[in-house]
């Protein structure tokens, strides 16, 4: 082999992938998710080959790849987004923190919250004064990690408590928010939030072994379903109940285009989709939800 | 066959080593306030070199494997540490910038500078205390702001100008005023630069009238010598940087707002003048009345005319703000549009002005920027005529009738504005000395509102640059024009105080100035070993001005009606006025800022000035400077420190110049008039070969603290200034062919202490409440005056140079009381030979020579203010926001020429209502003696030399943002903002601030309440 050959070679195959990356096949839904939604939106491609054997959807990942549809985790302004499902986000330890006895002792109430995560000169006067002491000293000691990628939900956390991202203490990853809780597990005075889909084992359906959550400050019989553990009966409680302290929120996708494959899809997951997200720890829409959301598909068309 | 091999086998070593760093993980760094990109973060992991963001904030780094802990720093910014776990994403990483005062980044001369690295002694003013004001001009929202840093405004008048004087006044007959920089071009008011020979026209236009106070991003005020010095013979009076807004990169494409205010405006304060009834009374008690009155008519008079009511007014004002700037990554620009319309508060007075600036920005290249900076626009100012000009009938000017508006106050109340058919009244039988021909006199009215006193300036202020970076050296390359076209418009018709002796009289002239600047600079900045910094500038600057004018003036007119657009067919014309200056001055400019281990700075800094201001053996001048400076905070004896934030100390020392005199003082000069119907040559100036630059010497103390993280910040600077070279105005004998001319004599000191202190007294996420205070004391003295000691000045001989006082000293006899019936009148001073009597005035008899005259006159005060100080505040509280800005003034004095002027009695004039109290046998009285049309002396007395502190509400502004749903495109605030809503003095006049010191009927000053919107896009 020759050097002309060997760039011959070289430029040949990258043209080759180039143009497979680009290539746009008849009949294949493209579908880009990051790790956190990931087994839900394969729980609904599998659900719906299913019953339509002849579609081809397939997962794509990356910074620079496009696909038909991309999966979002807020509300997006000034794009077309069909929303699909919801997830609650829970404020989480490690069970190795040696803090966790301190953390445990308390019913963490809203302002105890803010007071952890974030910035503390930003609290109302009082609750300075109130919280003097034996809490401020367990927020000296515990550091918060938050996520940095667009895609984390930290955003989604922190306007819950209307704050912004900026807003928060500690430390920040960068990749998904799954990480997290590796973060916590490697710094263990710590404490993050993440949604039900990572925090809890899908397969025993409990909390993962190696995480407590913070005790929120809720009604007795909230308290209990939240102790559980399960995750049916807290994805039970979050859907009948409306809870201050959880922040909910949607995911829905974003697509690129809009043709008849794409439209069934979503019509699919909307109306019969729905029942595979608690399986991957997710919440269904809401029955105005999925009216609404079925009239504006309509309105695509 | 060998060659395929080798290269097989480099091609595995080169993939071997790629495989060594498995992966690259790419990201953005950005201000997490303003969204712009960060240029030259360091972003490391482990103990690797790290890489540094790019232009764009962009940075791409190796890594062996993920997760990968990486570190983000930068300068003025709190570090971040951000675990890398994967990377399907780039990450974006907004620094949030530290709170320290030290951090800031100040702007100096010819650069920038880290304040932790400053020697000298800077003070930053927001663009939020100008955004917060509704005044038109930028000083008006200076006042109060900076420790050391006094304003006083020249009068009322809209559009005037004010007096700006940083840590007292240095000079006799240079000029006071600070030097402005207006984004990096030198702009000064050039002292031939005020008129175009026209004359008549009281108020001139502010200069900085041409910069909008809302397009300033930033103003540093330069105070010490470490810190003017760079500006070497313009620096000796403080220099005040204007850095005006730039565009910003964010995540909107383009920021565009726009704003509207409506105000109206009314007197602070009106005088108490004298009614119908009362001066009718007067007149008929004591001046052989004149008008006839019987005891009845005088009771049934009431109030009669009240011309001050009659002359002033309620104004209204208005003013559009458009403001739109953007950037992407190689490029930024700013635009705004402002319209002003201010109506004064006297008739027929007012202030307009049009305003187009805008700042742009290109990266041409990697290293290559290229930058126009323009500001266009228009000032008219609309004013009084005065009659300073008129010297007929043994001048009004000298008998205190200064302007229309000071007419009005001494019309007498019996005499209607307007006749019973609602024509204007000429008829004022008291009249009789200067605004009077035969039964036709002057309608003050009528004078307001049909003169002209226009000054309407043209101007274009444009500085284009251009730097090329080549590692650590930056070349930067500046070309500016400054230029002003001044129109000077006047008229006062027949029927006018003006106008009466002559039929009319109406002129018009015009002023072109053209200053080019020229500038070469070459920095090198470099951080060698984490331990030393060294910032170093080279250059050489050039500017060079050159001023036309020529007005002409002409009288006795047939038609009144264009006014000053038909001069032609006035019937005499004066002889017109023109001519040229040109100056030029040539500079060598050069700094080097040491910092070591980020605790120990020095800078030394030199400029060479040649100015064609000053004879050819004294043209060039040099001016050192060299400043210290000891972050004591960073030392290891006070790492323990519990909220200490920063401590810093600052030592600077050296030498500024002032050579603000006007073109050709040096040499003999001729002015051209007419004599006998021919033209006449006059000397003017007579040749001094030794005339130099007047140096100030200069050494500052300061300190710098900072506690609980920046929330409590303390400045404290000691000074002391030593000006030596006087430029004075020095009085001549025959044999010079002229009454006085510029020499170098004599010298002043300065010397004060200046205290500032802010704070964040509250931030809460719903509230936020700063304050900020500062105090400064100044001792002005003059320690040498040659051999021309006591130079007495003013048209009232009211002040005086001596040698132990301050400049601007007032010069008049102590008064002592009113002679009382029944006093022992024998040990009293003789006044004018004769023993004063029950009703007289008494003066202290200073020299003991048992008579009063002239050698009696003492030191009342000066115009120098012993304490100047100002405090504001700011209140976010969840929508709503609130400032407060107290401004205030004690210890100076200022002549109250006008309140002398209306107590002085007569049968001609009104008085004020205090003459009621004069001394009478029946009631007595100590303040006013008996009413009498005469004075026992022209001498000026301690009565009307009067307190001038002060304590000003200067600005009280209330808004509120409406939250408005997301989805809203439109951000709206609503404000209301009053100025000079009240006024805490003892002076008796309108107001105590008068720059000039003296106040002969200066325009009132104005209370004004603003309603206004912004929209935000």
Do not use: C
């Amino acid at each position: 082999m020759n050097i002309k050959t060997f760039f011959t070679t070289i430029a040949v195959a990258v043209a080759l992938t180039a143009g497979a990356a680009t290539a746009q096949n008849d009949g294949v839904i493209t579908v880009k998710v990051n790790k956190t939604n990931k087994t839900l939106v394969e729980k609904w491609i599998e659900g719906y080959k299913a019953v339509n054997p002849n579609v081809q959807i397939t997962l794509v990942s990356g910074k620079n790849v496009d696909a038909d549809l991309t999966l979002v985790n807020s509300h997006q302004e000034g794009v077309n987004v069909t929303y699909v499902g919801r997830y609650a986000l829970l404020p989480v330890t490690s069970t190795s923190n040696p803090l966790l006895d301190d953390i445990q002792k308390k019913e963490w109430k809203s302002k105890d919250i803010k007071n952890l995560f974030f910035t503390a000169e930003d609290l109302d006067e009082e609750y300075e004064e109130e919280v003097e002491g034996k809490r401020n000293k367990l927020k000296d000691k515990l550091t918060v990690y938050s996520g940095s990628s667009k895609a984390s939900l930290s955003g989604i956390f922190a306007s819950h408590f209307g704050r912004t991202i900026d807003d928060l203490r500690g430390n920040r990853i960068a990749g998904d928010d799954l990480y997290l809780l590796s973060a916590i597990e490697e710094d263990k005075a710590s404490v993050t939030f993440n949604a039900l889909s990572n925090l809890y084992d899908l397969s025993s359906r409990t909390l993962r072994s190696d995480l407590a959550l913070l005790p929120l400050n809720v009604k007795a019989s909230q308290r209990e379903a939240l102790r559980s553990g399960n995750l049916d009966e807290t994805l039970e409680l979050i859907e009948n109940e409306d809870i201050d302290l959880i922040p909910v929120e949607d995911i829905g996708f974003t697509y690129n285009s809009f043709d008849a494959d794409i439209d069934q899809f979503l019509q699919w997951i909307i109306r019969d989709g729905q029942q595979y997200n608690h399986a991957a720890g997710f919440l269904h829409l809401t029955n105005k939800e999925v009216e609404s959301q079925l009239r504006l598909l309509a309105q695509n068309n | 066959m060998i060659k395929e091999r080798l290269f097989l086998a480099a091609a595995l070593t080169v993939a071997s080593t790629f495989a060594a760093w498995a992966q690259t993980v790419q990201g953005t760094i950005t201000d997490a306030a303003s969204g712009e990109s960060i240029i030259g973060a360091t972003v490391k992991y482990g103990d690797g070199k790290g890489v540094t963001t790019d232009i764009d904030g962009h940075f791409s780094i190796d890594v062996k494997s993920l997760p990968v802990k990486l570190n983000i720093s930068f300068t003025g910014y709190k570090s971040q540490t951000v675990n890398v776990y994967d990377d399907e994403e780039d990450i974006n990483v907004k620094l949030t910038e530290k709170r320290s005062y030290l951090d800031d980044v100040v702007v100096v001369g010819y650069g920038t500078q880290s304040r932790t690295q400053l020697t000298g002694s800077v003070a930053t003013v927001k663009a939020e205390v100008f955004e917060n004001s509704t005044a038109a001009t930028l000083d008006g929202a200076l006042s109060g702001q900076v420790a050391g840093l006094n304003v006083t405004a020249s009068s009322g008048q809209p559009g005037a100008d004010s007096n700006i004087r940083i840590r007292g006044g240095n000079s006799v007959n240079a000029s006071n005023e600070p030097l402005y920089v207006v984004d990096g071009f030198i702009y000064f008011k050039d002292a031939n630069g005020s008129g175009t020979g026209l004359g008549a026209i009281e108020s001139s236009l502010n200069p900085l009238a041409t910069i909008n106070p809302s397009d300033i991003e930033s103003i540093e005020v330069l105070k010490d010598v470490s810190a003017t010095a760079i500006y070497g013979s313009r620096g000796a009076n403080g220099v005040i940087l204007i850095t005006t807004k730039k565009g910003k990169l964010g995540e909107k494409k383009a920021n565009i707002s726009y704003g509207y205010n409506l105000g109206f405006s009314n007197v602070t304060k009106k005088l108490d003048l004298m009614n119908a009834s009362e001066w009718a009374q007067l007149q008929k008690t004591y001046f052989g009345n004149k008008g006839g009155y019987t005891n009845d008519e005088i009771a049934t008079l009431g109030k009669g005319t009240d011309w001050q009511d009659e002359v002033l007014r309620t104004a209204l004002q208005q003013q559009h703000e458009l403001s739109i700037n953007g950037g992407t990554e190689k490029s930024r620009y700013a635009f705004s549009a402002n319209y002003t319309d201010q109506d004064g508060i006297v008739l027929n007075s007012g202030f307009q002005r049009y305003n187009f600036h805008i700042n742009t920005e290109w990266e041409l290249q990697k290293n290559i920027k290229f930058g126009v900076n323009t500001t266009y626009g228009r000032s008219k100012q609309t004013g009084l005529t005065t009659t300073e000009e008129q010297v007929f009938n043994s001048s009004p000017f000298s008998a205190g009738i200064t302007n229309s508006f000071v007419y009005a106050l001494l019309t007498p109340p019996v005499v209607p504005v307007y006749k019973t058919d609602g024509s204007y009244n000429f008829t004022n039988p008291y009249e009789y000395a200067y605004f009077a021909i035969g039964e036709h006199a002057v309608n003050a009215v009528y004078d307001l509102k049909e003169s002209v006193a226009e000054n309407v300036n043209n101007y274009l202020l444009s500085n284009l640059w251009a730097t090329y970076k080549l590692n650590d050296f930056t070349l930067k390359a500046a070309v500016g024009l400054n230029s002003e076209k001044l129109t000077q418009n006047y008229f006062s018709g027949a029927n006018t105080s003006l106008g009466l002796a002559t039929q009319g009289i109406g002129g018009t002239g015009n002023r072109q100035t053209d200053t080019w600047q020229q500038e070469y600079t070459l920095t090198y900045n470099k951080d060698i070993n984490d331990n030393h910094h060294v910032d170093a500038l080279a250059g050489y600057t050039k500017q060079n001005t050159t001023s036309t004018y020529s007005s002409i003036r002409t009288n006795h007119f047939t038609n009144e009606t264009l006014k000053q657009y038909n001069l032609g067919d006035g019937a005499n014309i004066y002889v017109p006025q023109t001519g040229i200056v040109e100056s030029t001055l040539n500079s060598i400019i050069a700094r080097v800022n040491y910092t070591l281990l980020d605790r120990y700075n020095a800078t030394a800094t030199f400029r060479a000035d040649h100015s064609s201001r000053f004879s050819k053996n004294h043209r060039w001048g040099y001016f050192p400077s060299l400043g210290l400076s000891w972050n004591v905070d960073k030392e290891s004896f006070l790492a323990g420190a519990r909220n200490l934030d920063y401590l810093k100390v600052r030592l600077t020392g050296g030498v500024v110049g002032n050579q603000e005199i006007s073109d050709y003082a040096f040499t003999t000069s001729y002015s051209t008039g007419s004599y006998a119907g021919s033209s006449s040559y006059s000397k003017q100036n007579a040749v001094n070969d030794d005339l130099k630059w007047e140096t100030t010497a200069s050494y500052n103390f300061g300190a710098d603290l900072g506690l609980y993280g920046g929330r409590l910040n303390f400045v404290l600077d000691l000074y002391y200034k030593k000006t030596s070279d006087l430029l004075l105005d020095v009085p001549m004998g025959f044999a010079a062919g002229v009454t006085s001319q510029i020499q170098n004599v004599g010298n002043v000191e300065n010397k004060g202490i200046e205290f500032a202190v802010n704070g964040t007294l509250l931030k809460r996420r719903h509230l936020n409440w700063t304050a900020s205070a500062n105090i400064a004391h100044n001792k002005n003295k003059i320690t040498d005056m040659g051999t021309t000691d006591n130079v007495i000045q003013g048209f009232d001989s009211q002040q005086i140079l001596r040698k132990g006082e301050a400049l601007g000293s007032f010069y008049g006899l102590q008064f002592a009381g009113i002679v009382q019936q029944g006093e022992d009148v024998s040990k009293l001073p003789t006044i004018n030979g004769a023993t004063p009597k029950a009703g007289d005035i008494k003066y202290i008899d200073a020299n003991n020579d048992n008579k009063i005259d002239g050698n009696d006159r003492q030191i009342l005060g000066s115009i120098q203010p012993k304490l100047t100080y100002g405090f504001s505040t700011q209140l976010q509280y969840r929508e709503f926001d609130a400032s407060l800005t107290f401004a205030g003034s004690y210890g100076a004095k200022l002549y109250n020429a006008l309140g002398r002027r209306l107590e002085l009695t007569g049968d001609s004039y009104n008085v004020l209502s205090t003459v009621n109290n004069s001394w009478t046998p029946e009631q007595g009285g100590n303040s006013l003696p008996l009413a009498s049309n005469t004075r026992p002396f022209s001498y000026i007395d301690s009565r009307y030399v009067q307190s001038a502190s002060y304590l000003k509400l200067r600005n009280l502004t209330i808004g509120y943002r409406p939250r408005l749903p997301k989805t809203f495109p439109v951000g709206i605030r609503i404000y209301a903002t009053a100025t000079n809503l009240f006024t805490l003095t003892p002076y008796k006049g309108y107001d105590p601030e008068v720059s000039s010191g003296t106040d002969s009927g200066a325009y009132p000053s104005a209370r004004t309440f603003t309603f206004g919107v912004t929209f935000s896009l």
